[in-house]
Protein backbone atom coordinates (compact mmCIF):
# COMPACT_ATOMS: atom_id res chain seq x y z
CA UNK A 1 0.00 0.00 0.00
CA UNK A 2 0.86 3.76 -1.03
CA UNK A 3 0.92 5.70 2.32
CA UNK A 4 0.50 9.31 1.60
CA UNK A 5 0.63 10.50 5.50
CA UNK A 6 0.36 14.11 6.99
CA UNK A 7 2.05 15.26 3.97
CA UNK A 8 3.07 18.93 4.16
CA UNK A 9 5.45 20.54 0.93
CA UNK A 10 6.97 23.57 0.24
CA UNK A 11 8.33 24.90 -3.34
CA UNK A 12 10.36 28.26 -3.12
CA UNK A 13 8.04 29.14 0.10
CA UNK A 14 4.91 28.64 -1.68
CA UNK A 15 2.69 25.88 0.55
CA UNK A 16 1.62 23.63 -2.16
CA UNK A 17 0.31 20.53 0.32
CA UNK A 18 -0.62 21.00 4.43
CA UNK A 19 -1.07 17.90 5.97
CA UNK A 20 -2.46 15.99 3.06
CA UNK A 21 -2.61 12.38 3.44
CA UNK A 22 -4.01 9.32 1.22
CA UNK A 23 -4.30 5.27 1.29
CA UNK A 24 -3.63 3.61 -2.15
CA UNK A 25 -4.36 0.34 -2.08
CA UNK A 26 -2.08 -2.17 -4.58
CA UNK A 27 -3.92 -2.63 -7.69
CA UNK A 28 -5.36 0.57 -7.67
CA UNK A 29 -5.57 3.11 -11.17
CA UNK A 30 -5.50 6.37 -9.68
CA UNK A 31 -6.73 9.59 -11.67
CA UNK A 32 -4.86 12.51 -9.67
CA UNK A 33 -6.27 15.92 -10.76
CA UNK A 34 -6.56 19.00 -9.66
CA UNK A 35 -5.94 22.89 -11.18
CA UNK A 36 -2.76 23.78 -13.22
CA UNK A 37 -0.44 24.97 -10.35
CA UNK A 38 -1.93 23.19 -7.60
CA UNK A 39 1.26 21.01 -7.18
CA UNK A 40 0.50 17.56 -9.08
CA UNK A 41 4.21 17.11 -10.40
CA UNK A 42 5.28 17.98 -6.65
CA UNK A 43 3.45 15.39 -5.33
CA UNK A 44 5.37 13.03 -8.05
CA UNK A 45 8.57 14.35 -7.61
CA UNK A 46 8.07 13.67 -3.67
CA UNK A 47 6.63 10.24 -4.07
CA UNK A 48 9.99 9.40 -6.52
CA UNK A 49 12.27 11.13 -3.81
CA UNK A 50 13.23 13.83 -6.18
CA UNK A 51 12.37 16.25 -3.41
CA UNK A 52 11.91 15.88 0.46
CA UNK A 53 8.60 17.02 2.07
CA UNK A 54 8.58 19.75 5.30
CA UNK A 55 6.84 17.04 7.11
CA UNK A 56 5.03 13.96 6.99
CA UNK A 57 5.87 10.75 5.39
CA UNK A 58 5.60 8.85 2.11
CA UNK A 59 5.51 4.81 2.54
CA UNK A 60 6.28 2.57 -0.57
CA UNK A 61 6.48 -0.99 0.17
CA UNK A 62 10.11 -1.90 0.25
CA UNK A 63 10.13 -4.30 -2.78
CA UNK A 64 8.32 -2.21 -5.04
CA UNK A 65 9.52 -1.01 -8.17
CA UNK A 66 8.58 2.86 -9.65
CA UNK A 67 8.33 3.96 -12.91
CA UNK A 68 7.85 7.36 -14.07
CA UNK A 69 7.65 8.67 -17.72
CA UNK A 70 11.61 10.32 -18.67
CA UNK A 71 11.56 14.05 -18.43
CA UNK A 72 14.06 13.71 -21.61
CA UNK A 73 13.56 11.84 -25.30
CA UNK A 74 15.51 8.77 -25.52
CA UNK A 75 18.02 9.47 -28.25
CA UNK A 76 20.83 7.47 -28.69
CA UNK A 77 21.36 5.30 -32.16
CA UNK A 78 19.84 2.07 -30.86
CA UNK A 79 16.80 0.88 -32.41
CA UNK A 80 13.44 1.93 -30.82
CA UNK A 81 13.17 -1.91 -30.11
CA UNK A 82 16.55 -1.92 -28.44
CA UNK A 83 15.07 1.39 -26.43
CA UNK A 84 12.24 -0.56 -25.14
CA UNK A 85 13.59 -3.86 -24.17
CA UNK A 86 16.92 -1.88 -22.57
CA UNK A 87 14.08 -0.13 -20.03
CA UNK A 88 14.46 -1.03 -16.21
CA UNK A 89 12.33 -4.12 -15.25
CA UNK A 90 12.43 -7.36 -13.61
CA UNK A 91 13.31 -9.20 -17.02
CA UNK A 92 16.50 -6.67 -17.67
CA UNK A 93 17.94 -7.08 -14.13
CA UNK A 94 17.71 -10.60 -14.53
CA UNK A 95 19.51 -10.77 -17.91
CA UNK A 96 22.08 -8.66 -16.74
CA UNK A 97 22.40 -10.80 -13.52
CA UNK A 98 22.26 -13.84 -15.78
CA UNK A 99 25.94 -12.42 -17.71
CA UNK A 100 27.86 -13.02 -14.62
CA UNK A 101 26.87 -15.53 -12.36
CA UNK A 102 28.44 -18.52 -11.50
CA UNK A 103 26.83 -20.13 -8.85
CA UNK A 104 24.68 -23.13 -10.77
CA UNK A 105 21.94 -22.64 -8.39
CA UNK A 106 21.37 -19.15 -9.00
CA UNK A 107 21.60 -19.94 -12.73
CA UNK A 108 18.90 -22.36 -12.41
CA UNK A 109 16.64 -19.44 -10.16
CA UNK A 110 17.45 -16.83 -12.90
CA UNK A 111 16.25 -19.26 -15.51
CA UNK A 112 13.60 -20.27 -14.31
CA UNK A 113 11.86 -17.11 -13.29
CA UNK A 114 12.71 -15.86 -16.93
CA UNK A 115 10.37 -18.35 -18.13
CA UNK A 116 8.11 -17.65 -15.11
CA UNK A 117 7.66 -13.85 -16.68
CA UNK A 118 7.25 -14.73 -20.12
CA UNK A 119 10.93 -13.20 -20.99
CA UNK A 120 10.87 -14.63 -23.89
CA UNK A 121 8.05 -13.31 -25.14
CA UNK A 122 9.43 -9.64 -24.50
CA UNK A 123 10.51 -8.70 -27.89
CA UNK A 124 6.69 -8.95 -28.90
CA UNK A 125 5.10 -7.14 -26.40
CA UNK A 126 7.71 -4.28 -26.92
CA UNK A 127 6.58 -4.73 -30.22
CA UNK A 128 3.02 -4.77 -29.48
CA UNK A 129 3.09 -1.18 -27.55
CA UNK A 130 5.37 0.37 -29.86
CA UNK A 131 2.45 -0.17 -32.69
CA UNK A 132 -0.12 0.85 -30.24
CA UNK A 133 1.17 4.38 -30.17
CA UNK A 134 1.87 4.77 -33.55
CA UNK A 135 4.97 3.28 -34.98
CA UNK A 136 4.99 0.79 -37.56
CA UNK A 137 6.79 -2.47 -37.90
CA UNK A 138 10.00 -0.42 -40.30
CA UNK A 139 9.80 2.32 -37.65
CA UNK A 140 10.83 0.09 -34.47
CA UNK A 141 14.14 -1.02 -36.58
CA UNK A 142 15.39 2.95 -37.26
CA UNK A 143 17.46 4.21 -34.79
CA UNK A 144 16.12 6.76 -32.35
CA UNK A 145 17.80 9.98 -33.55
CA UNK A 146 16.15 9.89 -36.68
CA UNK A 147 12.86 10.64 -34.86
CA UNK A 148 11.81 14.17 -33.29
CA UNK A 149 11.86 15.25 -30.36
CA UNK A 150 7.86 14.24 -29.79
CA UNK A 151 7.92 11.08 -31.19
CA UNK A 152 10.90 10.22 -29.30
CA UNK A 153 8.87 10.97 -26.18
CA UNK A 154 6.17 8.21 -27.12
CA UNK A 155 9.56 5.85 -27.14
CA UNK A 156 9.76 7.30 -23.71
CA UNK A 157 6.08 6.01 -22.46
CA UNK A 158 7.07 2.80 -24.51
CA UNK A 159 9.43 2.06 -22.48
CA UNK A 160 7.96 2.46 -19.22
CA UNK A 161 4.58 0.73 -20.15
CA UNK A 162 7.03 -1.98 -21.05
CA UNK A 163 8.86 -2.30 -18.07
CA UNK A 164 5.33 -2.78 -16.11
CA UNK A 165 6.79 -1.21 -12.83
CA UNK A 166 4.74 -1.92 -8.95
CA UNK A 167 3.91 1.78 -9.08
CA UNK A 168 3.45 3.43 -12.00
CA UNK A 169 3.57 7.76 -12.65
CA UNK A 170 2.22 8.93 -15.32
CA UNK A 171 2.15 12.93 -15.66
CA UNK A 172 0.30 13.76 -18.76
CA UNK A 173 0.98 11.36 -20.94
CA UNK A 174 -1.35 11.84 -24.40
CA UNK A 175 0.79 15.40 -25.09
CA UNK A 176 2.70 13.49 -27.02
CA UNK A 177 -0.34 11.09 -28.66
CA UNK A 178 -2.83 11.75 -31.13
CA UNK A 179 -6.15 10.59 -31.23
CA UNK A 180 -5.01 6.78 -32.21
CA UNK A 181 -2.46 6.84 -29.48
CA UNK A 182 -4.71 7.85 -26.80
CA UNK A 183 -7.23 5.66 -27.41
CA UNK A 184 -4.89 3.05 -27.93
CA UNK A 185 -2.98 3.98 -24.16
CA UNK A 186 -6.53 4.48 -22.81
CA UNK A 187 -7.37 0.46 -23.71
CA UNK A 188 -3.95 -0.49 -22.76
CA UNK A 189 -4.30 1.42 -18.81
CA UNK A 190 -7.48 -0.01 -18.46
CA UNK A 191 -5.80 -3.51 -18.19
CA UNK A 192 -2.78 -2.35 -15.92
CA UNK A 193 -2.07 -5.22 -13.26
CA UNK A 194 -0.25 -3.04 -10.95
CA UNK A 195 -1.21 0.52 -9.58
CA UNK A 196 -0.73 3.85 -11.23
CA UNK A 197 -1.64 7.24 -11.06
CA UNK A 198 -1.86 9.12 -13.37
CA UNK A 199 -2.18 12.82 -14.00
CA UNK A 200 -4.12 13.90 -17.06
CA UNK A 201 -7.05 16.56 -18.26
CA UNK A 202 -8.62 13.75 -20.47
CA UNK A 203 -12.17 13.32 -19.10
CA UNK A 204 -12.63 9.91 -21.30
CA UNK A 205 -9.10 8.76 -20.48
CA UNK A 206 -10.15 9.23 -16.51
CA UNK A 207 -13.40 7.87 -16.88
CA UNK A 208 -12.43 4.79 -18.64
CA UNK A 209 -8.89 4.04 -17.57
CA UNK A 210 -9.01 4.64 -13.61
CA UNK A 211 -11.10 3.54 -11.02
CA UNK A 212 -10.33 6.17 -8.19
CA UNK A 213 -9.68 9.76 -8.41
CA UNK A 214 -7.16 11.69 -5.70
CA UNK A 215 -8.13 14.76 -6.03
CA UNK A 216 -5.51 17.94 -5.04
CA UNK A 217 -7.58 20.71 -3.76
CA UNK A 218 -7.33 23.52 -1.32
CA UNK A 219 -3.89 22.00 -0.06
CA UNK A 220 -5.55 18.66 0.80
CA UNK A 221 -5.67 15.30 -1.12
CA UNK A 222 -9.26 13.55 -1.34
CA UNK A 223 -9.84 10.00 -2.22
CA UNK A 224 -12.92 9.54 -4.46
CA UNK A 225 -13.80 6.25 -6.06
CA UNK A 226 -14.93 5.44 -9.64
CA UNK A 227 -14.19 7.77 -12.30
CA UNK A 228 -14.26 11.32 -13.39
CA UNK A 229 -17.58 11.86 -13.70
CA UNK A 230 -18.33 9.91 -10.72
CA UNK A 231 -15.75 12.37 -9.23
CA UNK A 232 -17.31 15.38 -10.20
CA UNK A 233 -21.36 14.00 -8.88
CA UNK A 234 -19.66 13.05 -5.88
CA UNK A 235 -17.82 16.36 -4.99
CA UNK A 236 -20.90 18.59 -6.22
CA UNK A 237 -22.86 16.78 -3.92
CA UNK A 238 -20.29 17.35 -0.81
CA UNK A 239 -19.92 20.75 -1.98
CA UNK A 240 -24.08 21.56 -1.60
CA UNK A 241 -23.95 19.80 1.96
CA UNK A 242 -20.76 22.00 3.24
CA UNK A 243 -22.43 24.88 1.89
CA UNK A 244 -25.66 24.09 3.62
CA UNK A 245 -23.63 22.93 6.98
CA UNK A 246 -21.91 26.21 6.71
CA UNK A 247 -24.66 28.45 6.74
CA UNK A 248 -26.58 26.16 9.26
CA UNK A 249 -23.34 26.74 11.83
CA UNK A 250 -23.24 30.70 10.59
CA UNK A 251 -26.89 31.16 12.06
CA UNK A 252 -26.43 29.52 15.00
CA UNK A 253 -22.82 31.51 15.34
CA UNK A 254 -25.10 34.97 14.74
CA UNK A 255 -28.12 33.73 17.26
CA UNK A 256 -25.26 33.01 20.04
CA UNK A 257 -23.40 36.57 19.59
CA UNK A 258 -26.22 38.67 19.67
CA UNK A 259 -27.21 37.03 22.81
CA UNK A 260 -23.51 37.86 24.06
CA UNK A 261 -23.97 41.46 22.58
CA UNK A 262 -27.23 41.69 24.29
CA UNK A 263 -26.78 40.41 28.11
CA UNK A 264 -23.17 40.47 28.29
CA UNK A 265 -23.17 44.01 30.62
CA UNK A 266 -25.76 42.34 32.71
CA UNK A 267 -24.66 40.99 35.71
CA UNK A 268 -27.73 38.50 36.17
CA UNK A 269 -26.92 37.16 32.71
CA UNK A 270 -23.24 37.26 32.73
CA UNK A 271 -22.72 33.97 33.29
CA UNK A 272 -25.38 32.71 30.71
CA UNK A 273 -23.09 35.30 28.31
CA UNK A 274 -19.78 33.54 28.93
CA UNK A 275 -21.08 30.17 28.64
CA UNK A 276 -22.09 31.54 24.86
CA UNK A 277 -18.49 33.27 24.70
CA UNK A 278 -16.77 29.44 25.16
CA UNK A 279 -19.44 27.91 22.48
CA UNK A 280 -18.20 30.10 20.44
CA UNK A 281 -14.91 29.88 20.69
CA UNK A 282 -15.03 25.66 20.39
CA UNK A 283 -17.11 26.05 17.16
CA UNK A 284 -14.88 24.63 14.44
CA UNK A 285 -15.48 26.43 11.11
CA UNK A 286 -16.98 24.02 8.40
CA UNK A 287 -14.20 23.82 5.52
CA UNK A 288 -15.87 24.36 2.39
CA UNK A 289 -14.35 23.60 -1.16
CA UNK A 290 -13.24 26.80 -2.56
CA UNK A 291 -14.38 26.71 -6.59
CA UNK A 292 -12.33 28.94 -8.90
CA UNK A 293 -14.48 30.20 -11.29
CA UNK A 294 -13.32 29.44 -14.64
CA UNK A 295 -12.76 32.66 -17.03
CA UNK A 296 -15.05 32.08 -20.06
CA UNK A 297 -13.37 31.38 -23.72
CA UNK A 298 -14.76 33.49 -26.24
CA UNK A 299 -15.16 32.76 -30.05
CA UNK A 300 -16.67 35.90 -31.67
CA UNK A 301 -19.26 35.31 -34.26
CA UNK A 302 -18.85 36.40 -37.80
CA UNK A 303 -20.13 39.55 -38.88
CA UNK A 304 -22.38 37.66 -41.51
CA UNK A 305 -22.32 33.83 -42.50
CA UNK A 306 -21.64 33.39 -46.21
CA UNK A 307 -23.09 31.50 -48.87
CA UNK A 308 -22.29 27.94 -49.20
CA UNK A 309 -19.92 26.03 -49.78
CA UNK A 310 -17.59 27.87 -48.09
CA UNK A 311 -14.42 25.93 -49.15
CA UNK A 312 -14.81 23.28 -52.09
CA UNK A 313 -12.06 21.34 -53.43
CA UNK A 314 -12.07 18.80 -56.67
CA UNK A 315 -9.86 16.47 -57.44
CA UNK A 316 -7.24 18.67 -55.51
CA UNK A 317 -3.58 17.24 -54.46
CA UNK A 318 -1.26 18.71 -51.86
CA UNK A 319 2.27 18.41 -50.80
CA UNK A 320 5.84 19.39 -50.60
CA UNK A 321 8.54 20.05 -52.65
CA UNK A 322 6.72 18.36 -55.40
CA UNK A 323 5.81 14.92 -52.95
CA UNK A 324 2.11 14.20 -53.14
CA UNK A 325 0.92 13.60 -49.12
CA UNK A 326 -2.72 13.61 -50.14
CA UNK A 327 -4.72 13.52 -53.78
CA UNK A 328 -8.25 12.87 -54.99
CA UNK A 329 -9.79 15.24 -52.29
CA UNK A 330 -13.27 16.21 -53.28
CA UNK A 331 -14.71 17.98 -50.36
CA UNK A 332 -17.03 20.64 -48.93
CA UNK A 333 -17.43 22.84 -46.05
CA UNK A 334 -20.59 24.37 -45.38
CA UNK A 335 -21.49 27.23 -42.66
CA UNK A 336 -22.75 25.25 -40.41
CA UNK A 337 -20.23 22.01 -39.93
CA UNK A 338 -18.40 20.40 -37.03
CA UNK A 339 -15.72 18.37 -38.44
CA UNK A 340 -13.06 16.08 -36.87
CA UNK A 341 -10.05 15.21 -38.26
CA UNK A 342 -9.32 10.90 -37.61
CA UNK A 343 -6.01 9.79 -38.13
CA UNK A 344 -2.89 8.66 -36.72
CA UNK A 345 -0.15 11.25 -36.95
CA UNK A 346 2.04 11.36 -40.47
CA UNK A 347 -0.96 10.80 -42.23
CA UNK A 348 -1.86 14.16 -43.57
CA UNK A 349 -3.86 15.91 -41.12
CA UNK A 350 -1.81 18.53 -40.81
CA UNK A 351 -1.07 18.87 -44.67
CA UNK A 352 -4.71 19.29 -45.23
CA UNK A 353 -5.69 21.78 -42.69
CA UNK A 354 -2.66 24.04 -44.24
CA UNK A 355 -4.53 23.61 -47.52
CA UNK A 356 -7.97 24.64 -46.07
CA UNK A 357 -6.60 27.65 -44.14
CA UNK A 358 -4.63 28.99 -47.14
CA UNK A 359 -1.15 28.30 -46.01
CA UNK A 360 -0.58 25.40 -48.53
CA UNK A 361 -1.39 25.51 -52.31
CA UNK A 362 -2.81 22.69 -54.31
CA UNK A 363 -0.26 20.97 -56.37
CA UNK A 364 -3.35 20.27 -58.90
CA UNK A 365 -7.07 20.53 -58.56
CA UNK A 366 -8.73 23.36 -57.71
CA UNK A 367 -10.18 25.13 -54.49
CA UNK A 368 -12.86 27.31 -54.26
CA UNK A 369 -13.42 29.50 -51.83
CA UNK A 370 -16.34 31.91 -50.79
CA UNK A 371 -16.27 35.53 -51.15
CA UNK A 372 -14.93 37.43 -48.29
CA UNK A 373 -14.18 34.03 -46.22
CA UNK A 374 -11.72 34.89 -43.10
CA UNK A 375 -10.31 31.90 -41.47
CA UNK A 376 -9.05 31.46 -38.07
CA UNK A 377 -6.11 28.85 -37.46
CA UNK A 378 -4.81 27.34 -34.34
CA UNK A 379 -2.10 25.48 -33.81
CA UNK A 380 0.23 24.80 -30.56
CA UNK A 381 3.52 25.72 -32.64
CA UNK A 382 2.09 28.84 -33.03
CA UNK A 383 3.43 29.55 -29.55
CA UNK A 384 6.94 29.78 -30.96
CA UNK A 385 5.33 32.75 -33.56
CA UNK A 386 4.42 34.97 -30.37
CA UNK A 387 6.67 37.89 -28.85
CA UNK A 388 7.73 36.38 -25.69
CA UNK A 389 8.72 39.97 -24.71
CA UNK A 390 5.77 41.27 -25.22
CA UNK A 391 2.41 41.30 -23.02
CA UNK A 392 -1.26 40.43 -24.58
CA UNK A 393 -1.71 44.20 -24.46
CA UNK A 394 0.73 44.62 -26.98
CA UNK A 395 -0.50 41.76 -29.29
CA UNK A 396 -3.84 43.08 -29.45
CA UNK A 397 -2.16 46.44 -29.87
CA UNK A 398 -0.94 45.46 -32.82
CA UNK A 399 -4.35 44.22 -34.60
CA UNK A 400 -5.81 47.44 -33.20
CA UNK A 401 -3.35 50.14 -34.03
CA UNK A 402 -5.89 53.05 -34.84
CA UNK A 403 -8.45 52.06 -31.71
CA UNK A 404 -8.92 54.21 -28.21
CA UNK A 405 -7.13 52.57 -25.18
CA UNK A 406 -10.65 52.15 -23.46
CA UNK A 407 -11.01 49.30 -26.49
CA UNK A 408 -7.78 48.10 -26.73
CA UNK A 409 -8.08 47.05 -22.86
CA UNK A 410 -11.92 45.83 -23.43
CA UNK A 411 -10.56 43.04 -26.03
CA UNK A 412 -7.52 42.37 -23.84
CA UNK A 413 -10.26 41.56 -21.17
CA UNK A 414 -12.52 39.55 -23.73
CA UNK A 415 -9.54 37.20 -24.54
CA UNK A 416 -9.07 36.67 -20.59
CA UNK A 417 -6.25 39.02 -19.49
CA UNK A 418 -7.92 41.46 -17.76
CA UNK A 419 -6.46 44.24 -15.96
CA UNK A 420 -2.66 43.77 -14.92
CA UNK A 421 -2.75 40.27 -16.09
CA UNK A 422 -2.85 41.87 -19.59
CA UNK A 423 0.78 43.43 -19.00
CA UNK A 424 2.65 39.93 -18.14
CA UNK A 425 5.36 39.14 -20.24
CA UNK A 426 4.42 36.26 -22.86
CA UNK A 427 7.41 34.45 -20.89
CA UNK A 428 5.94 34.53 -18.04
CA UNK A 429 2.10 33.43 -18.76
CA UNK A 430 1.92 29.71 -18.49
CA UNK A 431 1.01 27.26 -21.02
CA UNK A 432 -2.71 27.42 -20.58
CA UNK A 433 -2.65 31.32 -20.73
CA UNK A 434 -0.45 30.94 -23.95
CA UNK A 435 -3.29 29.14 -25.29
CA UNK A 436 -5.75 31.54 -24.22
CA UNK A 437 -4.20 34.15 -26.24
CA UNK A 438 -3.73 32.44 -28.92
CA UNK A 439 -6.61 31.31 -29.52
CA UNK A 440 -7.75 34.95 -29.33
CA UNK A 441 -5.66 36.26 -31.38
CA UNK A 442 -6.38 33.47 -34.08
CA UNK A 443 -10.38 34.37 -33.59
CA UNK A 444 -9.63 37.80 -33.46
CA UNK A 445 -10.97 38.90 -36.90
CA UNK A 446 -14.33 36.94 -36.19
CA UNK A 447 -13.77 34.10 -39.28
CA UNK A 448 -16.38 32.46 -40.93
CA UNK A 449 -14.14 28.83 -40.48
CA UNK A 450 -11.78 28.35 -37.10
CA UNK A 451 -9.23 25.34 -37.52
CA UNK A 452 -8.10 24.27 -34.07
CA UNK A 453 -5.48 21.67 -33.97
CA UNK A 454 -4.84 20.64 -30.30
CA UNK A 455 -6.36 23.37 -28.95
CA UNK A 456 -6.59 21.37 -25.72
CA UNK A 457 -2.83 20.81 -24.73
CA UNK A 458 -2.07 22.55 -21.56
CA UNK A 459 -6.12 23.47 -20.74
CA UNK A 460 -7.08 21.86 -17.05
CA UNK A 461 -10.46 20.31 -17.10
CA UNK A 462 -12.26 22.92 -16.36
CA UNK A 463 -11.22 25.06 -18.97
CA UNK A 464 -11.45 22.59 -21.62
CA UNK A 465 -15.06 22.82 -20.70
CA UNK A 466 -14.86 26.39 -21.27
CA UNK A 467 -13.49 25.89 -24.62
CA UNK A 468 -16.15 23.40 -25.33
CA UNK A 469 -19.17 25.83 -24.60
CA UNK A 470 -17.94 28.54 -26.60
CA UNK A 471 -17.45 26.30 -29.89
CA UNK A 472 -20.50 25.00 -29.63
CA UNK A 473 -22.19 29.24 -28.86
CA UNK A 474 -20.04 29.60 -32.27
CA UNK A 475 -22.06 30.02 -35.23
CA UNK A 476 -19.43 29.23 -38.01
CA UNK A 477 -17.54 26.08 -39.21
CA UNK A 478 -15.25 24.68 -37.18
CA UNK A 479 -12.53 21.80 -38.20
CA UNK A 480 -11.12 19.80 -34.89
CA UNK A 481 -7.70 17.99 -34.65
CA UNK A 482 -7.66 16.60 -31.21
CA UNK A 483 -6.44 13.79 -28.99
CA UNK A 484 -9.28 14.68 -26.63
CA UNK A 485 -12.35 12.36 -27.27
CA UNK A 486 -14.71 14.06 -24.88
CA UNK A 487 -14.10 17.40 -26.74
CA UNK A 488 -14.54 15.81 -30.23
CA UNK A 489 -18.00 14.17 -29.06
CA UNK A 490 -19.28 17.03 -27.50
CA UNK A 491 -18.33 19.33 -30.56
CA UNK A 492 -18.08 17.47 -33.86
CA UNK A 493 -20.78 16.06 -35.64
CA UNK A 494 -18.65 14.54 -39.18
CA UNK A 495 -15.93 12.65 -38.80
CA UNK A 496 -13.10 12.53 -41.53
CA UNK A 497 -10.32 10.00 -42.01
CA UNK A 498 -7.18 10.82 -43.23
CA UNK A 499 -5.94 7.83 -44.29
CA UNK A 500 -3.08 6.37 -46.91
CA UNK A 501 -3.46 9.28 -49.02
CA UNK A 502 -6.98 10.17 -49.23
CA UNK A 503 -9.76 12.03 -46.77
CA UNK A 504 -12.94 10.16 -46.42
CA UNK A 505 -16.35 10.63 -44.29
CA UNK A 506 -15.75 7.70 -41.37
CA UNK A 507 -18.95 5.58 -41.09
CA UNK A 508 -19.31 5.43 -37.62
CA UNK A 509 -19.31 7.27 -33.90
CA UNK A 510 -16.04 7.76 -32.06
CA UNK A 511 -17.07 4.49 -30.35
CA UNK A 512 -16.78 2.65 -33.58
CA UNK A 513 -13.54 4.43 -34.37
CA UNK A 514 -11.70 3.70 -31.10
CA UNK A 515 -12.90 -0.66 -31.51
CA UNK A 516 -11.40 0.51 -35.43
CA UNK A 517 -7.75 1.62 -33.66
CA UNK A 518 -7.44 -0.95 -30.86
CA UNK A 519 -8.01 -3.69 -33.88
CA UNK A 520 -5.29 -2.38 -35.40
CA UNK A 521 -7.38 -1.01 -38.08
CA UNK A 522 -9.39 -3.58 -38.91
CA UNK A 523 -12.98 -2.29 -38.27
CA UNK A 524 -14.59 -4.46 -35.73
CA UNK A 525 -17.56 -6.36 -36.26
CA UNK A 526 -18.41 -5.28 -39.80
CA UNK A 527 -20.23 -8.35 -40.59
CA UNK A 528 -23.11 -7.58 -38.29
CA UNK A 529 -23.22 -3.80 -38.56
CA UNK A 530 -25.90 -3.71 -41.35
CA UNK A 531 -26.25 0.30 -40.56
CA UNK A 532 -27.71 1.99 -43.58
CA UNK A 533 -24.97 4.72 -44.98
CA UNK A 534 -25.44 7.99 -44.01
CA UNK A 535 -25.33 10.70 -46.94
CA UNK A 536 -23.13 12.97 -45.22
CA UNK A 537 -25.23 16.73 -46.87
CA UNK A 538 -27.96 14.92 -45.23
CA UNK A 539 -26.33 14.29 -42.13
CA UNK A 540 -25.13 17.91 -41.78
CA UNK A 541 -28.08 19.34 -42.32
CA UNK A 542 -30.05 17.14 -39.90
CA UNK A 543 -27.23 18.31 -37.75
CA UNK A 544 -27.85 22.18 -38.46
CA UNK A 545 -31.35 21.60 -37.85
CA UNK A 546 -30.59 19.88 -34.44
CA UNK A 547 -29.01 22.81 -33.38
CA UNK A 548 -31.65 25.01 -34.39
CA UNK A 549 -34.55 23.10 -32.88
CA UNK A 550 -32.44 22.98 -29.74
CA UNK A 551 -31.62 26.80 -29.41
CA UNK A 552 -34.53 27.55 -27.68
CA UNK A 553 -34.19 25.05 -25.07
CA UNK A 554 -29.98 26.28 -24.30
CA UNK A 555 -31.56 29.55 -24.02
CA UNK A 556 -34.24 28.26 -21.58
CA UNK A 557 -31.67 26.68 -19.51
CA UNK A 558 -29.37 29.91 -19.43
CA UNK A 559 -31.96 32.07 -18.58
CA UNK A 560 -32.90 29.40 -15.53
CA UNK A 561 -29.13 29.35 -14.68
CA UNK A 562 -29.25 33.14 -14.47
CA UNK A 563 -32.48 33.48 -12.26
CA UNK A 564 -31.24 30.86 -10.13
CA UNK A 565 -28.07 32.54 -9.55
CA UNK A 566 -29.90 35.78 -8.99
CA UNK A 567 -32.27 34.30 -6.77
CA UNK A 568 -29.80 32.36 -4.55
CA UNK A 569 -27.76 35.75 -4.01
CA UNK A 570 -30.87 37.29 -2.83
CA UNK A 571 -31.65 34.20 -0.30
CA UNK A 572 -28.35 34.95 0.98
CA UNK A 573 -28.89 38.64 1.52
CA UNK A 574 -32.04 37.95 3.16
CA UNK A 575 -30.89 35.09 5.36
CA UNK A 576 -28.03 37.27 6.78
CA UNK A 577 -30.60 40.18 7.54
CA UNK A 578 -32.94 37.87 9.09
CA UNK A 579 -30.25 35.96 11.69
CA UNK A 580 -30.24 38.99 13.45
CA UNK A 581 -31.45 37.89 16.82
CA UNK A 582 -32.82 41.40 17.69
CA UNK A 583 -34.74 42.16 14.90
CA UNK A 584 -37.80 40.76 15.25
CA UNK A 585 -38.05 42.72 18.94
CA UNK A 586 -36.82 46.02 17.47
CA UNK A 587 -39.26 46.14 13.75
CA UNK A 588 -41.22 42.83 14.05
CA UNK A 589 -43.23 44.68 11.08
CA UNK A 590 -40.15 44.86 9.06
CA UNK A 591 -38.92 41.17 10.21
CA UNK A 592 -42.47 39.38 9.32
CA UNK A 593 -42.02 41.69 5.64
CA UNK A 594 -38.37 40.01 4.91
CA UNK A 595 -39.96 36.68 6.22
CA UNK A 596 -42.49 36.70 3.54
CA UNK A 597 -40.54 37.85 1.28
CA UNK A 598 -38.04 35.07 2.08
CA UNK A 599 -40.55 32.31 1.21
CA UNK A 600 -41.20 33.96 -1.77
CA UNK A 601 -37.99 33.82 -3.13
CA UNK A 602 -37.40 30.24 -2.04
CA UNK A 603 -40.70 29.56 -3.71
CA UNK A 604 -39.67 31.22 -6.54
CA UNK A 605 -36.50 29.02 -6.62
CA UNK A 606 -37.97 26.03 -6.60
CA UNK A 607 -40.14 27.25 -9.67
CA UNK A 608 -36.53 28.35 -11.72
CA UNK A 609 -34.92 24.78 -10.72
CA UNK A 610 -38.24 23.15 -12.29
CA UNK A 611 -37.66 25.40 -15.48
CA UNK A 612 -33.99 24.59 -15.86
CA UNK A 613 -34.98 20.86 -14.61
CA UNK A 614 -37.62 20.48 -17.62
CA UNK A 615 -35.40 22.07 -20.37
CA UNK A 616 -32.40 20.16 -19.65
CA UNK A 617 -34.14 17.21 -19.87
CA UNK A 618 -35.90 17.98 -23.17
CA UNK A 619 -32.29 18.93 -23.84
CA UNK A 620 -30.86 15.91 -23.34
CA UNK A 621 -34.02 14.05 -24.98
CA UNK A 622 -33.54 15.80 -28.16
Not at 191 to 213: C, E, F, G
Not at 451 to 458: F, R
Not at 468 to 490: F, M, T
Amino acid sequence: MLIIDDLTVRIAGRSLLENASARIVPGARVGLVGRNGTGKSTLFNVITGEIGAETGSIEIPPRWRLGRLAQEAPNGPESLLEVVLMAPSERTDLLAEAETATDPDRIAEIQTRLADIGAHAAPARAAAILSGLGFSTADQARPCTEFSGGWRMRVALAATLFSEPDLLLLDEPTNYLDLEGTLWLQDHLAKYPHTMIIVSHDRDLLDNAVNQILSLEAKKLTLYKGGYSDFERLRSEKLVLDQKMMKKQDAQRAHLQAFVDRFRAKASKATQAQSRIKMLAKMQPISTMVTDEVRPIIIPPPEKLLSPPIIATDDVSVGYDGRVILSDLSLRIDNDDRIALLGSNGNGKSTLVKLLAGKLPPMQGSITRAANLKVGYFAQHQVDELDMDGSPYDHVRRLMPDQPESKVRSRVGTIGFSGQAGNTKVEKLSGGEKARLLLGLATFAAPQLIILDEPTNHLDIDSRGALIEAINDYPGAIILVSHDRYLLEACVDRLWLVSGGKVAPFDGDLADYQRYVVSDGRPANTATKSAPRVDPVEARRAAAGKRAETAPLRKKISEAEGKIAQLTRQLGKLDVTLSDGTLFAREPARAAELSKTRANVVAAIAKAEEEWLAASSALETA
